[in-house]
């Protein structure tokens, strides 16, 4: 784990509006920078509602963004992008609509293809449109950084841009826009935002500078998001958990995720199983199996969300267990009907990304992701 010496590089949006009853800021903004054609990149219920953004002038809406969105989701998008011919590209959704607003506003246009961009910094620029972000959902962090995701579907695996050009010029995060989020979905996007927040902070990559905001949003999830799920109309409970999504966002671009993201992908890739339930499901799995390489940081961790401070494994993995069961969220393979016959395939898929294993705490071999599954059937 980096030390206070160490280089780190952080970017944040240029500018970001946070709070309750923001999201008409971003078509004033807009309208400040004179952008007068607009492209919304949404799912269809988001669709419904692109009037809260308050944006003039000519505005287009791509309604069709699927969960888990593969490359032929994002192809749909670039003609959608290439024939609207926007000033402006609006991610307005979880994460799947802002993963996709960023890969549009880069490769709409671009002689670059995105097998030409998968990986760190081969995006050429500069950008050639203006790029905002406007989450729907507690999780992601999508609106603060700089990654983007689209599944393969020939070799089920996620192909990741990474580039500074997918910055967004501004972020709006409106909590009212997820008081309509269903207390399932809160739940599990809600733990993928503290998921985000832990494994920057065990990771082997950790620096001082990051490990403030991974703190506060783990503990941010673990003061509010019980209170959400049981009340979505519960402000303050929304707003923190948007702040903690927020903050999980930072992690990701200087540090980024690690043993427990990797382990999740296949569940989405594969089985298309949404990204925070298979994110709360590996958890505490891979919680307590990096316990021995992280011990004070995990006592941390359970500090954060509300429970004695320990780093026995076997005790870390019973907390962390409660606090996503207790969500209501499913928390066993065969009951998200991933077939027990799939756990060598996906341990094969998890053990091949390195970009993420190898920021783990502890080494995970490809017996031990295994055995994890096996656990978690």
Request: contains cysteine; charged residues 20%.
């Amino acid at each position: 784990m980096a030390s206070l010496g160490s280089p780190i590089t952080i970017v944040r949006p240029h500018q970001i509006e946070f709070g309750v009853g923001t999201a008409g800021k971003l078509g004033k903004w807009a309208a400040e920078q004179g952008h007068r054609r607009t492209l919304v990149i949404s799912d269809a219920f988001n669709a419904s509602r692109i009037h809260m953004l308050e944006l003039k002038g000519e505005v287009t809406v791509f309604s069709e963004v699927t969960p888990e969105p593969d490359t032929a989701n994002l192809e749909k998008v670039l003609a959608a992008a290439n024939t609207a011919n926007a000033e402006l590209v609006v991610g307005f959704g979880g994460g799947s609509a802002m993963d996709l607003a960023k890969l549009a506003a880069v490769l709409a246009g671009s002689e670059q293809t995105l097998h030409e961009v998968v990986g760190p910094n081969k995006v050429k620029g500069p950008r050639k449109v203006a790029l905002a972000q406007v989450p729907t959902t507690s999780g992601t962090g999508s609106e603060a950084g700089i990654r983007a995701l689209v599944t393969d579907p020939t070799t089920m695996a996620k192909l990741a841009v990474e580039s500074l050009h997918m910055l967004a010029d501004i972020a709006v995060i409106d909590p009212a826009l997820t008081f309509s989020v269903p207390a399932r979905t809160t739940a599990a996007t809600g733990v993928d935002a503290m998921a985000h927040c832990v494994e920057a902070y065990t990771n082997r990559k950790a620096h001082p500078m990051v490990d403030i905001y991974a703190i506060e949003g783990a503990r941010l999830v673990g003061k509010y998001l019980a209170r959400a799920v049981k009340d979505g109309n519960d402000a303050e409970a929304r707003a923190g958990l948007s702040l903690a999504s927020l903050y999980g966002g930072f992690c990701l671009g200087p540090v980024n995720t690690a043993g427990g993201h990797a382990l999740a992908y296949p569940l989405g890739t594969r089985w298309h199983v949404a990204h925070g339930a298979a994110n709360a499901l590996i958890f505490p799995h891979v919680l307590a199996f990096n316990t021995p390489a992280a011990p004070e940081k995990t006592k941390a961790v359970m500090e954060a969300l509300g429970y004695q401070a320990s780093e026995n494994t076997a005790s870390v993995f019973d907390a962390a267990y409660a606090f996503c069961a207790d969500l209501g969220i499913e928390m066993k393979l065969s009951g998200l009907g991933v077939p027990e016959s799939d756990l060598d395939a996906m341990a094969d898929d998890a053990f091949a990304i390195r970009r993420l294993l190898d920021n783990n705490p502890r080494d995970l071999s490809r017996a031990d992701i295994r055995t994890i599954y096996e656990a978690a059937f």
